[in-house]
């Protein structure tokens, strides 16, 4: 008898090429990295580039060099998002025929008035983990006869998951496992929670959770390693990867990196920057002391 030949678990590190990479990054780059070599895996680099109006080729290089200067190897190719639109398209196309999506029409401004009026008599308005007020009923209520009109219309619309139809169509509780720096173990999915979330944008044909649960299953992608911000984006992308029939990777959510103030690091805080701690001479190693490694 033939033995089955063990799939090498296969792990990625996805940074968006909009803006430099901070420590956070390089925790999640190192820990990917690191991961992939203990377990005798791959390590694979993916560019998280849908958003054409905020990456660009100047940070995407930066991306290149900062992993190079930590002394991190990957395998070629990269994949490279902008370049598999064609991909998110079908699965939002499959989501569309089975009802599961819908056309949504209201502004940034007009959500940010209907939420005002709803919480005018003081009761809050729901809030997704992110603290994000959740998309309102409006659109998702609109009749299939006014949808078509509006897109006829060619009004600029988002594609939103309606999510209870979208739990009520899988038909069973969703779980994790998760081996991360927060709660561990079997975790149970709460993708209500976040309400109609948008799956692809007015300005790009997808969104970060449709692309990135279609390309960790691209990639054949058995282990995410990411930090503790995206924990709870976790709910949805078992609920798509449920819906789209796609594989459930294992899931770790590392610690994140604060800067002095306490605060989650951001792009914007240049101090923190891997490019500035090379620059003040500082080397890889002393920069995994930063970071605790
Ligand atoms: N592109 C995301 C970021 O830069 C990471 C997505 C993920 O690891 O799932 O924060």
Not at 69 to 84: D, F
Not at 144 to 159: C, D, G, I, Q, V
Not at 210 to 215: F, R
Not at 236 to 242: D, E, K, N
């Amino acid at each position: 008898m033939k033995a089955i030949p063990r799939q090498k678990p296969i792990f990625r590190f996805a940074p968006s090429p909009n803006g430099p990479l901070h420590l956070g990054h390089a925790l999640s780059a190192i820990l990917n990295h690191d991961m992939a070599k203990q377990a005798d895996g791959r390590f694979l680099l993916r560019i998280e580039d849908i958003d054409q109006a905020r990456c660009t080729p100047d940070f995407e290089a930066g991306i290149f060099a900062d992993l190079a200067w930590l002394g991190l190897t990957w395998e070629e190719e990269v994949r490279r998002q902008s370049l598999h639109f064609p991909a998110y398209q079908t699965a939002l196309q499959s989501l569309i025929e089975r009802d599961l999506v819908y056309p949504a029409f209201l502004t940034r401004g007009e959500v940010k008035a209907r939420v005002a009026v709803g919480e005018a008599d003081g009761i809050p308005w729901p809030r997704d983990p992110d603290g994000t007020p959740l998309y309102p009923p409006d659109d998702r209520a609109r009749s299939n006869e006014e949808r078509k009109r509006l897109l006829a219309a060619s009004l600029k619309h988002t594609w939103r998951l309606d999510v209870d139809k979208a739990i009520a169509a899988v038909g069973e509780p969703l779980h994790w496992h998760e081996s991360g720096d927060g709660e561990r173990g079997d975790i149970i999915a709460d993708p209500a929670a976040w309400g109609d979330v948008v799956l692809s944008r007015s300005d790009a044909p997808s969104s970060y959770h449709l692309s990135v649960v279609v390309d960790d299953a691209a990639q054949g992608i058995t282990h995410v390693v990411r930090g503790l911000d995206l924990f709870h984006a976790t709910s949805i992308h078992r609920l798509l990867q449920a819906l789209l029939g796609l594989p459930e990777p294992l899931y770790h959510h590392h610690r994140l990196i604060l800067g002095e103030d306490g605060k989650k690091l951001s792009k914007s805080q240049g101090d923190t920057g891997i490019a500035e701690w090379r620059r003040q001479g500082w080397s890889p190693l002393e920069l995994r002391g930063r970071i605790g490694l």
